[in-house]
Every structure is written in structure tokens, then in C-alpha cells.
């Protein structure tokens, strides 16, 4: 397979080469499961990375149903070892990752004078420690062959102030900073390194946020008490927009494109 920077063909619509092994992590749900999923119709061979290795083998089971490539690599990304074992594993038994995508990630709302320690320390070992973890274990191949995609999948939190989501919004903005740096360092490897910003997306991570309640009208209305401007285009995020947005930035057709940061929030960050 040629460098990320020679232009490469491809047949597949998404301008991804069939038979490419991407390691996702977050692979259970949410955002990372709908990428899992668009990569994996592009011919991808996906190695889906969670900790939850129950709803991760459901997930790739409902994958390898619809005949998608697909496999289970149960990780805490959390622990550099267990990274570092996982990605040797992906490696040995499906080959070189030239994708990764990092969608791991956990959100602990809170006002920031009432964070606990361990909101905050579980915040950054996942949201941070955790990129760096995998980053660091699946570009240090790339780096050897000259070539590979990174897409990290931030928020649009991490640029605009948010009330209640201080440790949050703190996270993502430290992994754009990371993931931009990492991309200043290995572009010359043939390496990319791209962020994907969402804004309110229809997950249970969302739900949650609104404590049950009209979660995608408040997220469309906004909460002007809480400085919270709302979505201009009306309507919440499904996955599939965010995860359209990482097959973009993961393809040769974005092959010029590197440490940049893509915002898929409807406008919200206006």
C-alpha cells in the first residue's frame, strides 16, 4: 500500500482503499460504533476497541451480520500496557493499521468548583491519557511505514466555555492541542492527524446530560441562562453525520488536509 501522500486510487466511494485495518476505539456505542460501521462499508476492516467487551461483542456481531470486516479487541485505554498488547494483537492478526480513530471517551458534567477528584482524574485518564495511550502505540507504526490517518474525535466544547462541563470541555480541548501537535511531528512520516468536533449528538451520552428530560429540544433551543447558544440548523447530530465526517479526514480525499479541526455541530459554535 502506497503513502497517504502519493495519491493512491481507490474503488470505494469513500476514497478508503478496500482491505484497510482501522483501529477505533469507543467501538460499543455511540459515535464510535456509527463509525465503525461507515468504515467498515467502505471496505474497511475495522478493529473495534472498547472496554466494555459485552456491548463491544454485540456491536461487532451486529457488524459481521450485515457482512462487514470487523473484529473485537476488548482495551482500557486507560493502560498503556493493555494498549500496547491490543494494537500488537490487531497487527498480528489482521495486519497493519493505517487508520485510527480515537472516540473513546466519558463525560462527568459538574460545576467546576464541585468536580470530585475522581470526575477529574477519570475525565483526563480517559478523554487524554487515553489518546495519548493509542496514539502513541498505533502512530509509532505508521511512522515506521511511512504513511497512516489519525482522526480524533474531540467537541466543539473545547474551544467555547461551557457551564457545567469544565473537566469536560478541558479534556477535549488538551487531546485537539495533542492531536495537532502529533500531526506537526509526523507529517513529514506521511502522516495526517485530523480532529472532529461535535456538537450535541443523539447518544446516550446526550440523554444523560439532560437528566431524561426533552434533551433534543433543549440541545436545539439552547439555555441562554447558561450562556448556551443553540443549533441554527434545528436539529441534533446523529452519528452517522459525525462519523461521514471522520471518513472524510481518514481519506485520500482529505490528503492534504492535516491538523485541522472539522466542527460538525449544526452551527452552534456561531
Known amino acids: 500500500m502506497q503513502s497517504e501522500t502519493s495519491g493512491e486510487t481507490s474503488g470505494e466511494t469513500g476514497g478508503l482503499s478496500s482491505g484497510t485495518v482501522a483501529y477505533v476505539t469507543g467501538a460499543a456505542g ?56 491490543s494494537v500488537a494483537a490487531v497487527e498480528a492478526r489482521l495486519g497493519p493499521v493505517d487508520k485510527l480513530v480515537n472516540a473513546a471517551g466519558v ?67 488538551a487531546v485537539t492541542s495533542f492531536t495537532k501537535s502529533l500531526g506537526l511531528e509526523v507529517a513529514r512520516h506521511g502522516i495526517r492527524c485530523n480532529v472532529v468536533a461535535p456538537g450535541s449528538t443523539d447518544t446516550p451520552m446526550l ?28 436539529k441534533v447530530a446523529t452519528p452517522a453525520d459525525i462519523a461521514d465526517a471522520v471518513l472524510f479526514l481518514l481519506s485520500d480525499r482529505a490528503g492534504h488536509v492535516t491538523m485541522h479541526s472539522l466542527t460538525v455541530d449544526g452551527g452552534a459554535t456561531l
Not at 32 to 44: F, K
Request: hydrophobic share 50%.
Open 207 to 234: 440523554s444523560a446530560l439532560w437528566n431524561g428530560g426533552d434533551w433534543a429540544r433543549a440541545s436545539i433551543d439552547g439555555a441562554p441562562e447558561a450562556y448556551r447558544v443553540g443549533i441554527p440548523l434545528g
Open 107 to 173: 463525560l462527568r458534567p459538574g460545576p467546576a468548583l464541585d468536580i470530585s477528584d475522581d470526575d477529574w482524574a477519570t475525565t483526563f485518564a480517559v478523554n487524554v491519557s487515553g489518546v495519548f495511550h493509542v496514539s502513541r502505540a498505533v502512530v509509532g507504526r505508521m511512522r515506521e511505514r511511512g504513511r497512516g490517518a489519525v482522526v480524533t474525535v474531540a467537541s466543539n466544547a473545547a474551544a467555547v466555555a461551557r457551564s457545567g462541563m469544565a473537566a469536560y470541555a478541558a479534556s477535549k480541548a
Open 30 to 85: 455511540g459515535i464510535g460504533a456509527a463509525i465503525c460501521r461507515t468504515l467498515a462499508e467502505q471496505g474497511v476492516h475495522v478493529a473495534a476497541a472498547d472496554r466494555d467487551a459485552e456491548r463491544l461483542a454485540l456491536a461487532v456481531k451486529e457488524l459481521t451480520r450485515d457482512g462487514l470486516a470487523a473484529t473485537a479487541f476488548p482495551v482500557d485505554v486507560t493502560s498503556s500496557g493493555d494498549v500496547d498488547a
